[in-house]
């Protein structure tokens, strides 16, 4: 009989990678609908090439917590509905700062003071590979 330990240990399948295409329509679903909900200060850094956590990713601010947090739900359900993909959501309770990872595109959506405190377009700018703001 098997450990419950070994099977509670297996790792998680890992999907299979996703192809440009994909990529490019996840990315163009989470800036359309950033734009659709109005947020502010859109930034799209590329990270392809640069890392392997993501192809690209998204900063962005919400006028308030509430904003933030039905900016963060609305995108989560289109990328379900869209491409069938789960997103995991962290930061939705407080909504100060709500990070989406949809695998190939990772999503920070924030309220304006605690973006500017952490900086984070600062943080990723690459040389030579500076931001995209929308």
Same mark, same amino acid.
């Given at each position: 009989?098997?450990?419950?330990?070994?099977?509670?240990?297996?790792?998680?399948? #890992?999907?299979? +990678?996703?192809?440009?295409?994909?990529? *490019?329509?996840?990315? $163009? #679903?989470?800036?359309?609908?950033?734009?659709?909900?109005?947020?502010?200060?859109?930034?799209?850094?590329?990270?392809?090439?640069?890392?392997? #956590?993501?192809?690209?990713?998204?900063?962005?601010?919400?006028?308030?917590?509430?904003?933030?947090?039905?900016?963060?739900?609305? @995108?989560?359900?289109?990328?379900?509905? *869209? @491409?069938?993909? $789960?997103?995991?959501?962290?930061?939705?309770?407080?909504?100060?700062?709500?990070?989406?990872?949809?695998?190939?595109?990772?999503?920070? #959506?924030?309220?304006?003071?605690?973006?500017?405190?952490? $900086?984070?377009?600062?943080?990723? +700018?690459?040389?030579?590979?500076?931001?995209?703001?929308?």
């Amino acid at each position: 009989m098997p450990s419950t330990h070994a099977a509670a240990t297996a790792a998680a399948p #890992i999907p299979p +990678a996703a192809s440009d295409a994909e990529v *490019e329509q996840l990315h $163009n #679903i989470v800036m359309t609908s950033l734009d659709d909900d109005q947020a502010v200060e859109v930034v799209s850094i590329p990270l392809a090439g640069k890392t392997t #956590i993501a192809d690209y990713m998204v900063i962005c601010s919400g006028r308030s917590t509430r904003q933030v947090a039905s900016m963060a739900q609305k @995108l989560a359900e289109k990328i379900k509905g *869209e @491409l069938g993909r $789960n997103v995991k959501i962290e930061g939705l309770p407080t909504a100060d700062w709500v990070l989406l990872d949809a695998q190939d595109v990772i999503v920070h #959506i924030f309220r304006p003071e605690v973006r500017s405190f952490y $900086n984070l377009e600062k943080m990723w +700018a690459f040389d030579g590979g500076a931001p995209t703001t929308h």
